[in-house]
């Protein structure tokens, strides 16, 4: 008797059209998506090999995007611009002694570090938000303390770039 019970447990899981039968709607769902899946692998991996040589890499973010010490490369900004339709321009670095490099470099100093978004070091190493103000040519700041300073010099850029946007 157990013998049948098990040659039939067996002839049910081999045969899915009875499986599909006993099985939920949200698990034929997730069954059928794991087959489309497998399907579309086998196919991607054909038509990566059938590609052209000369044919255009697909935009991605990598490495090469990132500038390490902090920021992005002009790659990375290229990519964005491509991607976004943005127009992005490099940090300024030097002193914001324009109205422009004021407003710019104000903005990015409160958007940044006036609430920042993580913490300044992580396992004793500066993160990609204490970079960020290197790369604008500002000191690392490595805790909360130098952000709120750094947030409160950029409310000072911002505050001359409007002097001199009435004058």
């Known amino acids: ?24 709607p949200a698990k034929k769902a997730s069954a059928d ?14 038509k990566a090999s059938t590609k052209k040589a000369g ?12 500038d390490p010490r902090g920021g992005l490369t002009q790659a990375g900004r290229e990519y964005f611009n491509k991607k ?17 490099k004021q407003k710019r470099k104000g903005s990015f100093l409160r958007r940044h570090f006036a609430n920042p978004r993580g913490p300044m070091e992580k396992d004793g ?3 990609r938000l204490a970079l960020s103000a290197q790369a ?17 010099k950029g409310a000072k850029l911002l505050e001359g770039y409007a002097r001199a946007k009435d004058a």
């Open 1 to 24: 008797m157990a013998e049948k019970r098990t040659a039939k447990k067996a002839a049910t899981k081999s045969s899915p059209a009875k499986t599909s039968a006993r099985q939920s």
């Open 55 to 66: 044919s255009e890499a697909k935009l991605t973010r990598d490495s090469k995007t990132k």
């Open 84 to 100: 976004e339709g943005s127009h992005l321009k490099p940090g300024v670095k030097g002193p914001a002694d324009t109205p422009e």
């Open 33 to 46: 998506k794991a087959t489309k899946k497998k399907a579309t692998a086998k196919s991607s991996t054909k």
């Open 136 to 152: 604008w040519g500002e000191p690392l700041p490595r805790n909360a303390a130098d952000a709120k300073k750094l947030a409160a």
């Open 125 to 127: 190493q500066p993160t």
